[in-house]
Structures are given as structure tokens and as C-alpha cells.
């Protein structure tokens, strides 16, 4: 069965993500659909999500003002998978310590935005990652991280840089701090929308 994945495409890697997901899908031999998001009425016939990264601040204007948010806590409370990265992220946290930001709360952290420097615009780390044999390439660009003095009782810190967690997971949900669409390694995706098929807290249609 192919899968519905749904890519909130107000900004970010849009068909870098797409091609991730695909290739990830084919791993399974799945076939995967995949539907931009921009307005509302998508989500609910999405059996996976993908907030990506961009400006979180716009993001979560676009998310709020077109009744998306809604939408995106209800797939949640569903146990349907949802992959944020980087922006995606910082609208995904509990607290993006911004006011402008509008979080959605799916994951019980504070997020510090720009947390490496925005000096450091951008690096890329040979990342360990829990349930990933070897280390994920990670890019970062003006990347938040996770403020660990603030992880949850129900977060696992998959990752973790400088000291700060930059890869977690909260049941269905996957937050990252870094892109993980931008190299040809699609194993992120995979975790976050596969790999986890078989916890027991997961919406059997995956
Ligand atoms: N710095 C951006 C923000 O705070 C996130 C950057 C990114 O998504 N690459 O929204």
C-alpha cells in the first residue's frame, strides 16, 4: 500500500523531501504519494507528515492563519508519524521561546532558535544517531537545538551535538535540528515514518 505523505510546503526543501521519502518507501516496497500543504482539509487523508525547515515564524503564521495547526495535533492524537526539521522543529516544540513562533506543542521541549550562532550559519557533523548503525551525515543552517534542561519526561534525545539535543522523538512524532533531505542519506525519513511501523502506539495503516 502506497503511503500519503503530506510536505507543508509553505517554504523549505519541498521535493528534496519528497525524493527522501520515496526512496525511503522503496526500501519497504512501498509506493509513497506525496501532497503539498498549504491550506486546510489535506492533512486528515495523510498517513505521515513532514513540517520542513524554512523560517519557523512564517511557518507557523501560514499553519495558524489557514486552521493547519488544528489539523496537524489531530494527526498526532491519531498516532500518525510526523518528521519537523529545523524550522519544522521550532514549530513542533512545546516552546520556541519566541513569541512570534506560534509552536504546536507535539513535542515537550523548549527550543533555542539559532542556538549554534548565527555566525556558524552552517556545518555539516557526522551524527550518531539512536537506532541508526552508522552516523548521519547532518547539515545544519542557522539550526536550533533542543534546550536540555527542558526535555520531557516522554522525549528520547536520539541525538545529540555539542552537548545539545538535536535529533528527539516523542511517540509519533521526530523532531530534527538538522536537514536531514539534504544529502542522498534518507535513513531520518525512514526512521520517523517507517522504522517505527511496528511500535505498538502506531495507526496500524502504516
Ligand atoms: N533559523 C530558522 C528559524 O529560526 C530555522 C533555519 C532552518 O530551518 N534552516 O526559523
Redesign the pocket.
Known sequence: MSLRAGVVAVQ?DVSEHAAAIRRAAGRHDRGAEVVEIRESGLVPDCDALLMP?????TISRLLTREGIDAEIREHVAAGKPVLA????L?VAAGDAKDDRVDSLGLLDVAVD??AFGRQVDSFEAPLSVDGLDDPFPAVF????AVDPESVGDDVEVLAAWDGRPVAVRQGPVVGTAF?PELTEDDRIHDLAFFEQAAAPHRDTRL
Open positions: 523549505g525547515g524554512g523560517e519557523s515564524t526539521t529545523c524550522a519544522g521550532i532558535r539559532n543552517i542557522r539550526a536550533p536537514h
